[in-house]
């Protein structure tokens, strides 16, 4: 285990610097549909596979904040690496909820690496010790490289588990052929009959933190939400490099100067740094008031919960419009694999889609402020 903790500072400045190991790799993850080994090992060595572990276990126990600034970063470089990064951290906050003697088992090594679906696709019978699992999930993200694999599961009481595997008895299925993405390895995966011991499972909605630290009480879909609109804010960055880049360079056809001497350039270009800074910064300040709650001892109302999942969602689509603005611009060249922005795009809107960020959720946020009954369990 750590000694100390690395600061949020620390922690971004880490993923910054992983990121020429993930744009070196990045065009082999888009033709193999999964992470390259380089790029997964140089993320578990730079500890941004379980950002959300607490430090009882020997993890960073990285505040909200960090978390989303270090995904976005890693996004930059590679939106799949990003994602992967968002999937296993996001899950690694499990940790706290998880009975010690399982908590240790799977997190107290750093090499360790976890993700799955929390979606209740599995259905648990009750044994003697614990449960007996079957079931087949999508969106499998970064399985491939996980030690140990989560998949949510209802018993006979219609009661949510999140119920952990090791990777050896979960059966993975090549299902992955995206549009965008495409380098997380994003695959269907499958439990057949597999025994978890009580105690190796977690009841997300009900479940007391074994170990008394903020993240523990942090609601998880609001994390999962802003770690999805982090991949989308670190992508965004990278395509408004990309289309500055370009600019400087390129002259339109039937142009007597440069992009970047265009008067629509300027403009689009400014526009995209506008809504990108206004998004990010919208998602950090909500967190940021969040974490102060939990912090402090505080539960979380619906109402705060709702404003973190606006600005989740609206930090996803404000990055898909700054995308937008950089691909637009760079005309032609931007369809060719060879330009980092076609990667971009794709990348940018097969993120929209996830269910944490999709309309649907602004939909429920807006009844919640507006007074309406709503089911707020998924917020």
Request: with cysteine.
């Amino acid at each position: 285990m750590r000694s100390e903790r690395p600061s949020g500072a620390a922690l971004v400045e880490a993923a910054y610097a992983v990121g020429p190991v993930v744009r070196e790799h990045a065009d082999e993850a888009e033709a193999a549909r999964h992470l390259s080994r380089p790029v997964v090992d140089a993320l578990v060595d730079a500890g941004l596979m379980r950002l959300c572990v607490p430090a009882a276990y020997g993890g960073p126990e990285a505040d909200p904040m960090t978390v989303v600034e270090a995904i976005a970063a890693v996004a930059e470089a590679d939106g799949a690496a990003g994602w992967c990064t968002m999937i296993a951290t996001t899950t690694s906050s499990m940790a706290a909820l998880l009975a010690p003697e399982f908590a240790k088992e799977i997190y107290a090594d750093p090499q360790i690496v976890t993700g799955g679906t929390f979606a209740p696709n599995g259905r648990a019978e009750v044994v003697d010790g614990g449960h007996v699992v079957s079931g087949r999930w999508q969106w499998g993200s970064g399985t491939g490289h996980c030690q140990w694999i989560l998949g949510g599961a209802l018993t006979v009481e219609d009661e949510l588990h999140l119920m952990y595997a090791p990777a050896t008895q979960v059966e993975l299925i090549d299902t992955w052929h995206s549009a965008g993405l495409r380098g997380t390895g994003s695959g269907d995966f499958r439990f057949d009959a597999v025994f978890v011991p009580a105690g190796r499972s977690v009841q997300p909605f009900t479940a007391r933190p074994f170990v008394d630290c903020p993240m523990g009480h942090f609601p998880i879909f609001t994390l999962l939400a802003s770690g999805t609109a982090a991949v989308a804010l670190g992508i965004a960055r990278r395509a408004i490099d990309e289309i500055v880049a370009l600019a400087q360079g390129k002259t339109p056809q039937f142009a007597s100067r440069s992009l970047a001497q265009s008067p629509l350039a300027q403009l689009d270009v400014a526009r995209a740094e506008g809504a990108l800074g206004g998004a990010r910064a919208f998602l950090v300040d909500e967190l940021d008031r969040t974490w102060r709650i939990v912090s402090a001892g505080d539960p979380v109302d619906v109402t705060r919960r709702a404003r973190i999942r606006i600005a989740a969602g609206h930090a996803t689509a404000e990055a898909a419009r700054a995308v937008d603005l950089a691909y637009h611009l760079g005309g032609g060249s931007s369809v060719f694999t060879s330009n980092p922005l076609q990667r971009c795009f794709r990348d940018v809107h097969t993120a929209t889609q996830h269910l944490m960020v999709q309309p649907r959720a602004l939909e429920t946020a807006g009844k919640v402020l507006l007074g309406v009954d709503v089911d707020t369990s998924t917020l």
